[in-house]
């Protein structure tokens, strides 16, 4: 029996959203396929992409990833225009579409992109059903990790004694 090929050394994750934790409770996680182009999948392979401010929009039926960033490389093919901001088409299943569509208009959610990574050979998008979060939300989390920290000094220290 074959073993199977771990993936490639380094890390499958392209990009993150390090943001959207911060802003928003996420619900519900929900991996997506993406519509790319040759040059942005050369490009998301010398990891220059962002998608810190994205959001996902439905309209016509489909979902789209609007304000994701990636940067085409300086060797990209000439006859080809590279547009960085494309608005670029998620790929779901008609299940979790309409199960995206009715919690955004029935319940007030919204959608966010969390990170882009590699499964295997394609580029996958981790989008978060979310809530934003209010000023005194975000204060609890602050306070919440800070505490988290000073247990673990606490514990250390105790430790040695």
Request: proline letters at 2%; glycine letters at 6%.
């Amino acid at each position: 029996m074959t073993k199977k090929k771990s993936h490639k050394p380094g890390s499958a994750t392209i990009a993150l959203n390090k943001r959207a934790r911060h802003e928003y409770f996420i619900e519900e996680e929900i991996e997506a396929g993406l519509s790319l182009q040759g040059w942005e999948v050369k490009s998301l392979r010398a990891g220059k992409a962002n998608i810190s401010d994205s959001y996902v929009l439905l309209k016509d039926g489909e979902a789209w990833l609007f304000g994701a960033t990636i940067t085409p490389l300086s060797v990209a093919s000439t006859h080809v225009i590279c547009e960085p901001m494309r608005n670029r088409k998620l790929l779901l299943n008609q299940r979790q579409l309409n199960s995206l569509f009715g919690q955004i208009n029935r319940q007030g959610y919204t959608v966010v992109a969390l990170s882009l990574y590699w499964k295997n050979a394609w580029a996958k998008v981790k989008i978060g059903l979310a809530k934003g979060k209010k000023e005194f939300d975000k204060r609890t989390d602050i306070k919440e990790r800070q505490w988290q920290v000073d247990k673990a000094r606490i514990m250390k220290n105790a430790n040695r004694g």
